[in-house]
């Protein structure tokens, strides 16, 4: 179905973090969006994060980041290439390992599920990289060479920032580097206006209320749009296509990289055994003592096989009656639309089989609320570290075979050997995120079909215009708009340091 390809991850630490300053900083000036994700020591109180109310949501979160730290930031740099085919990226990626100066509560669920994936705490303390939280504390945030330096190249760069289910990311993002968090959300809201013009996106929320997609936590997001995009690229379809590059490091340079696999799907012909909690929400109580497979490819593939034995049931259902109606029923459908006749016609006992099959996916507990909780939980604890369980995404990724790959002096076996040792989950989640966000791009500009010629670089500088500023918010119809009312104020603290990144008042 497809090749494999392998993602460079740049593992950036203490000992290194001068000597890679300059590239990460070129990275994300000539950038076109930039992708991020974190690994956190907590989350605090799980059940105040899905409160009904939305302010009450931002308070447990504002407790959060204030008692607990990033432990790594992983950044994606997808940078569109002019002189290639359309949609085609050079992407660098890095994961930097952070070490907060200040008292922190790290909680022992996240210590748990982050050694169990690979996480290396000797080495964050060994060689993280250090920053204090909160508001500049003597030094200067637009010089130096430290993290809150970077946040800022990052600020002036005035570039897309992509994030998936955002909200938690975006909010430790701006008390452990920029300043201490206001204590109202519209407040918050109306600083990260400010803060990022480029807008704000949340493949969450593109995910599930664009593409549409069975399930949207992370990983099963990823692969499905690389199985897509791969199917379009084979079949020499009109598109979309997206294409990868990504940059050649030999040298000392090569010493920093790690290697992610993406292996082409393989056949999954007799493996029924999937977990259905896992399949719904990418989370499972029982984490990796669970029986049944948390394969995040063979429950692709059922998914689509499940879809594709209903629209042959539907059609034999069709053809059936079709057959065996009478004139006057005929009349009844005479000139309507396929998809319409087939509403018309539908089984009652296919409709019920579909939805028991829809309940089965969606719920195990008989509380549909409860699982809008379990999916949020899911993604704010994977997504950020402190989750229960997750496949490996180097072990079963589905690739999309067009990717330039890495041409390096290093040999393939060395390369997968680095790929078992691998400890940087926010890079390579910041990597599917941002390849998450260029699928939807190319897929949706292309379902727009714009006319004339220059409408393909006015979409490029909106990106997705009905996605912006709209981040996910579990269990809720609608996002969390980023904008600023006209009854709210930016904080003290945010247009001081807008004052330092623009040079200007706000």
């Not at 002019?82 to 390992?97: A, E, F, M, R």
């Not at 099963?220 to 490091?249: D, I, M």
């Not at 920093?256 to 399949?279: H, K, L, N």
């Not at 997504?383 to 999309?400: C, H, I, Y």
Request: include cysteine.
């Amino acid at each position: 179905m497809s090749s494999s390809i392998v993602v460079p991850v740049i593992d950036v630490h203490s000992n290194n973090f001068k000597e890679l300053w300059p590239a990460m900083v070129v990275a994300i000036k000539t950038s076109s969006f930039i992708a991020l994700d974190t690994e956190l020591s907590g989350l605090g109180n799980r059940k105040s994060l899905l409160a009904e109310s939305i302010e009450d949501r931002y308070k447990a979160i504002w407790h959060a980041a204030r008692s607990r730290s990033i432990l790594s930031l992983g950044i994606a740099c997808y940078k569109k290439l002019d002189q290639k085919p359309p949609d085609s990226y050079l992407v660098q990626v890095y994961n930097l390992t952070l070490l907060c100066s200040e008292e922190y509560i790290i909680e022992p669920q996240s210590v748990q599920f982050l050694v169990q994936h690979g996480f290396d705490f000797n080495k964050q303390y060994g060689c993280g990289i250090p920053y204090c939280k909160g508001n500049n504390k003597g030094g200067s945030d637009d010089r130096g060479v430290h993290i809150r330096t970077l946040f800022t190249e990052l600020l002036r760069a005035r570039k897309a920032l992509v994030l998936h289910n955002g909200l938690i990311d975006i909010a430790f993002l701006y008390q452990s580097f920029y300043a201490h968090l206001p204590e109202r959300l519209t407040t918050f809201t109306a600083d990260l206006s400010e803060m990022f013009p480029a807008g704000i996106y949340d493949t969450k929320y593109v995910t599930e209320f664009e593409l549409r997609l069975t399930a949207s936590y992370l990983e099963y997001a990823y692969k499905k749009c690389k199985l897509e995009n791969s199917r379009s690229v084979t079949s020499g379809s009109a598109g979309p296509h997206v294409h990868l590059e990504f940059c050649q490091y030999a040298g000392d340079l090569s010493t920093y990289i790690d290697y992610r696999e993406c292996p082409a799907v393989t056949s999954t012909e007799g493996q029924t055994d999937v977990c259905q909690r896992f399949s719904a929400f990418g989370w499972c109580p029982n984490g990796t003592k669970c029986p049944l497979s948390h394969d995040t490819d063979l429950i692709i593939l059922q998914d689509e096989k499940c879809k594709n034995d209903k629209r042959k049931r539907r059609k034999r259902l069709r053809d059936k009656k079709g057959a065996s109606d009478t004139g006057e029923d005929c009349s009844v459908s005479d000139g309507a639309p396929t998809n319409k006749m087939a509403n018309m016609e539908e089984d009652k006992e296919e409709a019920a089989g579909d939805q028991k099959e829809a309940d089965e996916k969606s719920c195990t507990d008989g509380n549909s609320h409860m699982d809008d909780g379990r999916d949020m939980k899911n993604d704010d604890e994977e997504e950020n570290g402190v989750g229960e369980d997750k496949t490996n995404p180097g072990d079963s990724a589905v690739s999309d075979g067009e990717g330039t790959g890495i041409r390096s002096t290093e040999s393939n076996a060395e390369a997968r050997k680095k790929v078992d040792a691998g400890t940087h989950r926010a890079g390579f989640d910041a990597y599917m995120t941002g390849y998450i966000f260029a699928y939807a791009c190319a897929l949706i500009k292309k379902e727009a079909e714009p006319g004339p010629e220059g409408a393909d670089a006015q979409s490029e500088e909106s990106w997705l215009p009905v996605c912006i500023n709209k981040i996910y918010l579990s269990g809720k119809a609608a996002p969390l708009n980023v904008v600023k009312s006209t009854f709210a104020k930016s904080s003290k603290a945010h247009v001081q340091k807008m004052e330092m990144v623009w040079g200007q008042k706000m």
